[in-house]
């Protein structure tokens, strides 16, 4: 993928998740388990009263809820991006904001999944126009992945095993918690992409994951979820360790730190405290952020270790 096309296709992953969802879809909630709908990003409902058997979803991170839970066998469209072997032979309808419209409507769809987001409104407006339900998803937040997770599992007549999936993920999330004093957490910068250089803020799944593993975000006082910060931003703040997402996660330090001697001036770089992590586990808030954090919690450990 050519580099511009991946920050575009990341941004466009990252934006859709910068909002939280509107109060609406909590306060709401009970109502709408007594009706039979669920609210989705946007506020609007969807009725759950017969269960979706042909979903076509383009976010990856809602790929994976639905596969989590036992309804691989209800999609009937995914992205090129989503690589599950449990799904490789369901068609895909190519990019997540840029999809082959007409592959989408061939597959007769009865719910499509879509982005919750101002640069997606004219694609959900179009499936809309062709009569065809959307739910539209922000995520940002480990409340976002439960509460997406609770409403796919209604709308796909899956609610018991959606409900397992999230009461697993919380226990597997609590296991690996640190309660460590504030003073003794490593600051962790995370990459998201380097040039220009985005990490994370306040408030994001990845903010959250560090937090449990006895770490803490380099940018975590910034309320922008996805900052673009300085180099000279990351010398002040003197990160402890540095955790880097790559498609390809191969070898110890990216090309680009090992080409650019500035960075050799952190601390975290000439300690050997820079990993290489997969972007498709760490940048989808979906089941396997247990994955991520048990990986953060083995970094963030080592980085608390006397030298």
């Given at each position: 993928?050519k580099p511009r096309a991946s920050l575009l296709l990341l941004l466009a992953w990252l934006i859709a998740g910068c909002t939280v969802d509107s109060s609406t879809a909590d306060t709401r909630a009970d109502?709408?388990?007594?009706?039979?709908?669920?609210?989705?990003?946007?506020?609007?409902?969807?009725?759950?009263?017969?269960?979706?058997?042909?979903?076509?979803?383009?976010?990856?991170?809602?790929?994976?809820?639905?596969?989590?839970?036992?309804?691989?066998?209800?999609?009937?469209?995914?992205?090129?991006?989503?690589?599950?072997?449990?799904?490789?032979?369901?068609?895909?309808?190519?990019?997540?904001?840029?999809?082959?419209?007409?592959?989408?409507?061939?597959?007769?769809?009865?719910?499509?999944?879509?982005?919750?987001?101002?640069?997606?409104?004219?694609?959900?407006?179009?499936?809309?126009?062709?009569?065809?339900?959307?739910?539209?998803?922000?995520?940002?937040?480990?409340?976002?992945?439960?509460?997406?997770?609770?409403?796919?599992?209604?709308?796909?007549?899956?609610?018991?095993?959606?409900?397992?999936?999230?009461?697993?993920?919380?226990?597997?999330?609590?296991?690996?918690?640190?309660?460590?004093?504030?003073?003794?957490?490593?600051?962790?910068?995370?990459?998201?992409?380097?040039?220009?250089?985005?990490?994370?803020?306040?408030?994001?799944?990845?903010?959250?994951?560090?937090?449990?593993?006895?770490?803490?975000?380099?940018?975590?006082?910034?309320?922008?979820?996805?900052?673009?910060?300085?180099?000279?931003?990351?010398?002040?703040?003197?990160?402890?360790?540095?955790?880097?997402?790559?498609?390809?996660?191969?070898?110890?330090?990216?090309?680009?730190?090992?080409?650019?001697?500035?960075?050799?001036?952190?601390?975290?770089?000439?300690?050997?405290?820079?990993?290489?992590?997969?972007?498709?586990?760490?940048?989808?808030?979906?089941?396997?952020?247990?994955?991520?954090a048990v990986e953060l919690a083995e970094y963030v450990r080592g980085a608390r270790a006397p030298e």
């Amino acid at each position: 993928m050519k580099p511009r096309a991946s920050l575009l296709l990341l941004l466009a992953w990252l934006i859709a998740g910068c909002t939280v969802d509107s109060s609406t879809a909590d306060t709401r909630a009970d109502e709408d388990r007594v009706i039979g709908t669920v609210v989705d990003g946007r506020g609007a409902r969807l009725s759950t009263s017969v269960p979706r058997v042909r979903v076509v979803s383009l976010m990856p991170s809602m790929t994976e809820i639905v596969v989590a839970f036992g309804g691989a066998s209800q999609l009937a469209g995914r992205t090129r991006f989503d690589e599950d072997p449990a799904i490789s032979d369901v068609p895909s309808v190519g990019g997540t904001v840029n999809p082959d419209v007409e592959a989408i409507l061939e597959a007769r769809p009865d719910l499509v999944i879509t982005w919750a987001d101002t640069d997606a409104r004219a694609l959900t407006e179009r499936f809309e126009s062709f009569g065809l339900p959307v739910y539209a998803a922000r995520a940002r937040s480990i409340d976002d992945f439960e509460r997406h997770a609770r409403a796919l599992g209604a709308l796909l007549g899956r609610s018991a095993a959606a409900e397992a999936l999230v009461e697993q993920v919380g226990q597997q999330l609590e296991a690996v918690r640190v309660d460590a004093p504030e003073a003794e957490r490593p600051s962790v910068l995370f990459v998201v992409w380097p040039r220009p250089l985005i990490t994370t803020g306040a408030g994001t799944f990845v903010d959250e994951l560090i937090r449990q593993v006895g770490g803490r975000s380099a940018f975590d006082d910034l309320n922008d979820p996805w900052p673009t910060v300085s180099f000279e931003a990351v010398l002040e703040r003197a990160p402890d360790l540095v955790v880097v997402t790559s498609e390809h996660a191969e070898g110890l330090v990216p090309h680009w730190i090992e080409q650019d001697p500035t960075w050799r001036t952190l601390d975290a770089v000439r300690l050997g405290r820079v990993h290489l992590v997969d972007a498709d586990i760490f940048n989808r808030p979906g089941p396997r952020m247990v994955d991520a954090a048990v990986e953060l919690a083995e970094y963030v450990r080592g980085a608390r270790a006397p030298e």
